[in-house]
Each structure stands twice: as structure tokens, then as C-alpha cells.
């Protein structure tokens, strides 16, 4: 079972970019066939997913492929270190409506079948 | 995007009675619809995959039916560790969509 930890700031100023990496441990991301995700939730509040990256041992020409929900595709980078067994987040031009709590996850067989604990992140001056 | 909408939003409940919550897909996901519980403060949990089918290492208290539109979750029989919002999740088209989720309590 692939256990994944976020890290990065916590606290993001109005306008700036809030970064956030999910280490996974457990196994590799360039294994199988995954999709490497971000899901966020505000305050209270429902889950979003955000987007992800997928890596395919069985064609490795589909890895690195990104996909992102409408909403946020204009301000979204997903990328992997594979080297580092990591990917992140990189969420640009960030305001009050994106303080929430960030949880990367595993993308397998047509389900989220790992999460991490979350990290909130705050949008604040 | 695929609208999915879960009834109720709160349920509040005695131990050991039978719960359901329904979600509603704005379009036909086929069986690609899962259940997932979130207990406070913690990650959401996979309960359900593929609306029907059990997932390993939890309890048999908690099922699933449903195709298309339609899909209901049961707990067969409530126990206090089971407060917790529940949601829906359809992985049949981006963007991936949740339901607003089901909060559960215990009376």
C-alpha cells in the first residue's frame, strides 16, 4: 500500500503562487498505470478535484500527462520528479476562495484508492 | 460537467439503525460512481467502487446498488465510529466530480 505525504507552505499570500509536493513511499509513481492527483477541500466544505498526472509503465509515450479541471486550468501546473518519487502543485495568482485543505492521492483502476492527510493552506496577507 | 447531487445533506441517527443516502448523476456514469466516508479531520476513506462492489477491509455493514443515474449507499447498521460525511464520486468523464456530501450523526 503507497503512503503520500504533503509539504509546502502553509500560509500563501493574495496574488502569489502556493506550492504544495506529495511524497509517496511504497511504490514508484512511474509504476503501473496511475494518475498522480490533487484534491482540495474548503473550510467546511465539500471535495474538489483539482487535476492530475499520469505515469503508464505499459506505455511509457502517455507519461507525464496532465489533465486539470476547467475551473483552475488557466493557474495549474502539475509536474513529477520521478527521480525523487514526488509530484506537486503549483496554483498561481491565488485569492481567498483557494485557502482549503490540499490531500494528494492515487488515481488507480478508476478510483482514489490512497490519500495523504492533507495540508491546509492559507490564502492571507 | 457531471453534476452528482446526494440526499440527504444531514441525517442524524440512532446506534444499530439502517442508513441510506442517495446519489443523483445529472447524466449517466454507467457504474463508475464510488463511496467514499470522511471522518473529522481525517482523508476520505474508499468504501464502494463501481457502485456495487466491496472493498477490501471494510465491513460488510456498508453496501451499494445503483447504475446510470441512481445509486444509493447502506449502512445496514450504525455504529458511533461511523459519524462522518459521506460522499458520492463519478469517475466516468472529467472533470472528476464529488457530491456535496451526506453528514451523519450520531443522536
Known amino acids: 500500500q503507497v503512503q503520500l505525504q504533503e509539504s509546502g507552505p502553509r500560509l500563501v499570500k493574495p496574488s502569489q503562487t502556493l506550492s504544495l509536493t506529495c511524497s509517496v513511499s511504497?511504490?514508484?509513481?512511474?509504476?503501473?498505470?496511475?494518475?498522480w492527483s490533487w484534491i482540495r477541500q474548503p473550510p467546511g466544505k465539500g471535495l474538489q478535484w483539482i487535476g492530475y498526472?499520469?505515469?503508464?509503465?505499459?506505455?511509457?509515450?502517455?507519461?507525464?500527462?496532465?489533465y486539470y479541471t476547467p475551473s483552475l486550468k488557466s493557474r495549474l501546473t502539475i509536474s513529477a520528479d520521478t527521480s525523487r518519487n514526488q509530484f506537486s502543485l503549483y496554483l498561481s495568482s491565488v485569492t481567498d476562495a483557494d485557502t482549503a485543505v490540499y490531500y494528494c492521492?492515487?488515481?488507480?483502476?478508476?478510483?482514489?484508492?490512497?490519500w495523504g492527510l492533507g495540508a491546509l493552506v492559507a490564502v492571507s496577507s | 460537467e457531471i453534476v452528482l447531487t446526494q440526499s440527504p445533506d444531514f441525517q442524524s441517527v440512532t446506534p444499530k439503525e439502517k442508513v441510506t443516502i442517495t446519489c443523483r448523476a445529472s447524466?449517466?456514469?454507467?457504474?463508475?460512481l464510488h463511496w467514499y466516508r470522511q471522518k473529522p479531520n481525517q482523508s476520505p476513506e474508499l468504501l464502494i467502487k463501481?457502485?456495487?462492489q466491496s472493498v477490501s477491509g471494510v465491513p460488510s455493514k456498508f453496501s451499494g446498488s445503483g447504475s446510470g443515474t441512481d445509486f444509493t449507499l447502506t449502512i445496514s447498521s450504525l455504529e458511533v465510529e461511523d459519524a462522518a460525511t459521506y460522499y458520492c464520486?463519478?469517475?466516468?468523464?472529467?472533470?472528476?466530480?464529488f457530491g456535496q456530501g451526506t453528514k451523519v450523526e450520531i443522536k
Open positions: 492521492a492515487r488515481y488507480d483502476s478508476g478510483l482514489f484508492d490512497s
Open positions: 511504497g511504490g514508484s509513481i512511474t509504476s503501473g498505470d496511475s494518475y
Open positions: 498526472i499520469n505515469y503508464n509503465q505499459y506505455n511509457p509515450s502517455l507519461s507525464g500527462q496532465t
Open positions: 447524466q449517466s456514469v454507467g457504474s463508475t
Open positions: 463501481f457502485a456495487s
Open positions: 464520486h463519478q469517475s466516468s468523464a472529467l472533470p472528476q466530480t
